[in-house]
Structures are given as C-alpha cells and as structure tokens.
C-alpha cells in the first residue's frame, strides 16, 4: 500500500492553496502538515533537512520530495490527473505561460500587496499595485472570450492564478471593474471539489 501524500502548508499562504485547492478539484487526497513560518519553523533544521531553501508548500510522496506551488501542480497533474495538464504544444505552452505569470506578475503584484496588508509589511506597495493592474488587464482581455485560461477547458493554468486574484482585494486590489476576470473567478469557484482558501484567524 502507498504511503499517503503528505503536502507541508502553511493556512494563509495562498501558494500552500493552490495545492490544496488541485487536490480537492482532482480528487486527490494528501495529509496536511502544517508548518508555523510566523514561529519560524520553516527555517529550523528539521525542516530545511526537507526543504534547504525553508519554503512551504512541500509535497512528499513516499521518498520522493517537491518544493515549488507550480512544480507541485506539475508533478501532481502529470501522475494523477493528466487531463488537467494539456500536452499538445500550443496548449502546454500556454500553460507554461501563465505559470511564469503566477510566479511573476502575479507573484510580484496581488500577491505582494495581500502580504504586506495581511502582515504590515512596512514596504512601498505601489509597484505591487501598478503590476496588479497589467495583470488584472492582460486576464480580462483574454477572459473576454475564453471560459478557461487554455483552450477553453480548465487547467492547472486556472489554478495557479485563481487564490491571488480571488483574494486581490485584501491587498487593497479591487476587481469590480474587471468583469470577465470576475466570471472566470466564479467559474472556478463552482467546480466540483472546489476548496475556499480558509479564513484568517
């Protein structure tokens, strides 16, 4: 019998639910481990024997260990949900993309700006912002005439994006004029298996 997943998080880290949140679309179930960053425990040798670089989320899966949210999606989507990760070129390539846009873009504006609000984070928010309106813009364009990021069907791409835009407003980001994004976002959000990203304490 395999050893269950075992998938190291962090509850108010929006990356830590982009995994959670393919698990519960897909099916796949893990344990959670929860890991206190606001203690450091990420940073303490028991954990960094896991992960050197000290970030959550981690995926186990008996000897084998995945640091990164989209590596996570990946390797989860590749072994146990392959119709969430389209191959043929054009389709892959898409969902490449909007993977480095969540690790830029996104990563670097919704994101940024949900941390420093939710942490009072004493840094200068207003690149955050402004890299938040280019995105916000770039996805309603393309959600304009499109149901999902890639070829109208659902993907890991969707699941990348969808905790930092959904939760752009906690950084003061607001997605009322973004009406095509906001479509996209219930869409998501009606799937089944679809897991909310947990209430802060």
């Keep these: 019998m395999n050893a269950p997943l075992r998938l190291y998080r962090f509850a108010l ?3 830590c639910h982009r995994v959670e949140l393919f698990m519960g679309l897909a099916g796949i179930p893990a344990q959670l481990v ?3 960053l606001l203690a450091g425990e990420h940073k303490q040798p028991a954990f960094l024997d896991k992960n050197p670089l000290g970030q959550v989320p981690l995926l186990e899966d008996g000897t084998i260990r995945i640091a990164d949210a989209n590596a996570i999606l990946v390797y989860l989507a590749q072994r146990h949900a392959p119709q969430w990760l389209p191959t043929a070129p054009v389709a ?23 941390r420093a609000a939710r942490f009072n984070l004493a840094i200068d928010v207003t690149p955050a912002h402004a890299l938040a309106q280019r995105l916000l813009h770039y996805l309603e364009g393309h959600l304009a005439h499109a149901t999902f990021l890639v070829d109208d069907t659902v993907s890991i791409a969707d699941v990348a994006l969808y905790t930092y835009v959904a939760h752009a407003p906690e950084g003061g980001i607001e997605l009322g004029p973004f009406a095509a994004v906001r479509r996209w976002l219930a869409r998501i959000e009606a799937l089944p298996g679809f897991m909310p990203f947990g209430a802060a304490p």
């Design 13 to 15: 880290s929006g990356h």
């Design 34 to 36: 929860d890991v206190d």
């Design 92 to 114: 892959a390539a898409q969902v490449q993309r909007f993977l480095s846009l969540a690790a830029g873009e996104l990563a670097f504006g919704p994101a940024l700006a949900r």
